[in-house]
């Protein structure tokens, strides 16, 4: 079974996505959204969870289906997440851009990008999470919806991003 700090990053990425795929730029739309229509999809949690559980168990992802149910903790991380991404978007972005060697972030992946923005964002201001947490997350993250190079892609920005700012 995953985390539900991992589940939660992981819906973060997926609000994300939806949010500069789609140009949202309130991120309690964005939110609201998620909550409304795939929180509590079976077909969404399958495909995020299918790795990591037995599908065939209907126990399993009843469990999956409750990491993300509205418990307090797991979805304010959610929201603080998404939320403070948002916030800081044109700081994370210039980040992101000082930190990648001959990459422009909007000619990123947009999966690589906004598993960067969420990682550049737990750095730069979520300090009671380890800079080493962050980056295995992303890493993670990246092999897991990004392309076959997203993982050393990632990593490599991340590690510059932490040493920017002081997080080594």
Not at 5 to 13: D, G, I, M
Not at 15 to 28: E, K, T, W, Y
Not at 97 to 125: H, Q, T
Request: hydrophobic letters at 45%; glycine letters at 6%; one cysteine or more.
């Amino acid at each position: 079974m995953i985390s539900g700090r991992r589940a939660a990053r992981e819906a973060a990425l997926l609000i994300l996505f939806g949010v500069d795929a789609s140009h949202i730029v309130l991120a309690d739309e964005a939110l609201a959204l998620f909550r409304t229509h795939f929180r509590d999809d079976p077909d969404v949690l399958e495909a995020m969870y299918s790795p990591e559980l037995r599908i065939d168990d209907a126990k399993q992802v009843g469990k999956a289906m409750k990491l993300l149910a509205d418990d307090g903790t797991r979805w304010a991380f959610v929201e603080r997440l998404v939320k403070g991404t948002m916030d800081h978007l044109t700081a994370l972005d210039d980040l992101i851009a000082r930190c990648s060697l001959n990459w422009k972030v909007p000619r990123m992946g947009i999966v690589d990008r906004n598993i960067l923005r969420l990682s550049a964002y737990e750095l730069a201001f979520e300090s009671d999470v380890p800079s080493r947490v962050t980056l295995n997350e992303a890493i993670e993250l990246a092999k897991r919806y990004g392309t076959e190079d997203s993982g050393a892609f990632v990593n490599g920005i991340l590690d510059r991003i932490a040493q920017e700012l002081g997080r080594v």
